[in-house]
């Protein structure tokens, strides 16, 4: 159980387009999701934290206009990079912690999508 | 601000050797402790955790103990098998705005040879 997908796994798009990944919780209704984004070598950097049915909270730095987060729904959660420019090409990573978590509330992560921008 | 630093990789080690991923964490208060395991082509794994300090967290043959004198949470495991190669992550969570936020270092590389 506890299993994240996301779509595409790979993307490969031209200067100046938009793209939208997919965050899917599987097998079990998430009430928070996470977006990261991973460099080469790097370590994974929170983006933002959604909450299904609100805005989603943005970490210092990180363009909210850019990344347009939308959680709506407790099984979906979308990031769009919107205009998107050659140092946007990066991994992003999303997870997602349970409606019916213990105190815990773990992170269940999706297997990323690496995103190339021409 | 809050920060992990785990031993650069990558680290090549032949099947039945003893493996050490250092990891040390800069945070204010009594943070948790994890570590996670990526598989190729796979999410990144909860393999363990500890939540106070002197705290063992223990999983597949891998231990961590939580050491605050040192702030330090590294992972061992006495033999490692082929089915270990995988990227491992150090991370912390901290409490920010009424979330919890993990803070992860950088990955270390772990390639098991028969």
């Known amino acids: 159980g506890a299993v994240v997908s996301q779509h595409p796994s790979w993307v490969i798009c031209k200067s100046g387009t938009s793209v939208k990944i997919e965050c899917r919780s599987l097998?079990?209704?998430?009430?928070?999701m996470f977006w990261y984004r991973q460099f080469p070598k790097q370590s994974l950097m929170l983006m933002a934290t959604?909450?299904?049915?609100?805005?989603?909270?943005?970490e210092q730095g990180v363009e909210k206009d850019k990344f347009l987060i939308n959680h709506a729904s407790l099984t979906l959660s979308t990031l769009t990079v919107t205009s998107a420019h050659p140092e946007d090409s990066s991994f992003y990573i999303c997870?997602?912690?349970?409606?019916?978590?213990?105190?815990?509330?773990?992170?269940?992560f999706g297997p990323g999508t690496r995103l190339t921008v021409l | 601000g809050d920060s992990v630093t785990q031993m650069e990789g990558p680290v090549t080690l032949s099947e039945e050797a003893f493996l050490t991923i250092n990891c040390t964490y800069t945070?204010?208060?009594?943070?948790?402790l994890f570590w996670y395991v990526q598989y190729p082509g796979e999410g990144l794994q909860l393999l363990l955790k500890?939540?106070?300090?002197?705290d063992k967290g223990s999983n597949k043959g891998f231990e961590a103990t939580y050491r605050k004198e040192t702030t330090s949470f590294h992972l061992e495991k006495g033999s490692v098998q082929v089915s270990d190669s995988a990227v491992y992550f150090c991370?912390?969570?901290?409490?920010?705005?009424?979330?919890?936020?993990?803070?992860f270092g950088k990955g270390t590389k772990l390639t098991v040879n028969p």
């Open positions: 997870s997602a912690t349970h409606l019916d978590s213990s105190s815990y509330n773990e992170q269940f």
């Open positions: 097998d079990f209704q998430a009430t928070t």
């Open positions: 959604s909450n299904e049915g609100s805005k989603a909270t943005y």
């Open positions: 945070a204010t208060g009594y943070p948790s």
């Open positions: 500890a939540t106070k300090a002197d």
């Open positions: 991370a912390l969570r901290r409490r920010q705005g009424g979330s919890e936020k993990l803070v």
